[in-house]
């Protein structure tokens, strides 16, 4: 039988320096990624997304983990989607499996989590909870029934609505401002790679050593992916030729 949920949590704050308080919280990734660089000293680290709020950055933790698993043969598959949901299950585990795989292989050296990370911050992920929760429906609870309170200011009710309103406005701003930003990531990521092959393309076919051929059409059929545009859509201004990707 495994360890139980409140054994791995002390285990894992102790061995990565962290403080998670639940077992979703290892569905980003990250914590897996450092119980195995405590094994092998190896790891990327410094591309772990330990406080990943986006699901592409989760992927791309549990990229890096898998990325280890084949460098080191460690045959187990790593059950991603299901990881990812941050489901307690699902996490329980794969984590008591990590703990396994912990005992059989770490060697006993001294391992300093936090420089390994380079200083980065490691707060437990969050876990969201709806908009307007408990809290907001405490203060807005009228009192009545429950014996005298005091006073109430004239516009107090109205006041205290305002205020509710502008709090769900907040987190729904700070969430789409996230969200924003994950989604500029990945459009200049890919952005980044479709320009790296046009570049290479360009260069082929203008190369004083290039020879017309099969090859020839398949570089011109490459060309004619990349500049393909739809309806509606306007090709923008040339980039400058020395603009950095």
């Known amino acids: 039988m495994g360890e139980s949920r409140t054994e791995l949590l002390q285990?894992?704050?102790d061995l990565?320096?962290?403080?998670y308080t639940k077992i979703e919280q290892c569905g980003t990734g990250a914590a897996y990624c450092q119980i195995f660089?405590?094994?092998y000293g190896d790891l990327p680290l410094t591309r772990v997304k330990f406080n990943a709020k986006q699901e592409y950055e989760s992927l791309a933790n549990f990229k890096i983990l898998q990325n280890v698993f084949k460098a080191k043969k460690i045959d187990k598959p790593i059950l991603v989607e299901k990881l990812t949901k941050c489901k307690m299950q699902d996490n329980l585990e794969f984590l008591q499996w990590c703990k396994r795989f912990w005992d059989q292989n770490y060697s006993g050296q001294q391992y300093d989590a936090v420089a390994r990370r380079k200083?980065?911050?490691a707060d437990p992920p969050a876990t969201l909870a709806p908009v307007g929760g408990a809290a907001f429906a405490r203060t807005a609870t009228s009192p009545s029934g429950s014996g005298p309170r005091g006073k109430t200011p004239i516009g107090g009710s109205r006041v205290t609505q305002n205020n509710v309103e502008v709090l769900t406005l907040q987190t729904q701003l700070s969430d789409m401002t996230t969200q924003m930003e994950g989604l500029e990531k990945e459009r200049d990521f890919y952005f980044a790679k479709l320009r790296d092959i046009e570049i290479l393309v360009q260069q082929e076919l203008e190369s004083p050593d290039h020879q017309e051929g099969k090859e020839d059409e398949v570089l011109k059929e490459i060309q004619k992916i990349l500049y393909s545009t739809e309806e509606g859509f306007e090709v923008p201004e040339a980039v400058p030729e020395d603009e950095t990707f």
């Open 37 to 39: 660089d405590s094994i």
């Open 16 to 19: 990565l320096s962290l403080n």
């Open 11 to 13: 285990w894992l704050n």
């Open 119 to 121: 200083g980065q911050a």
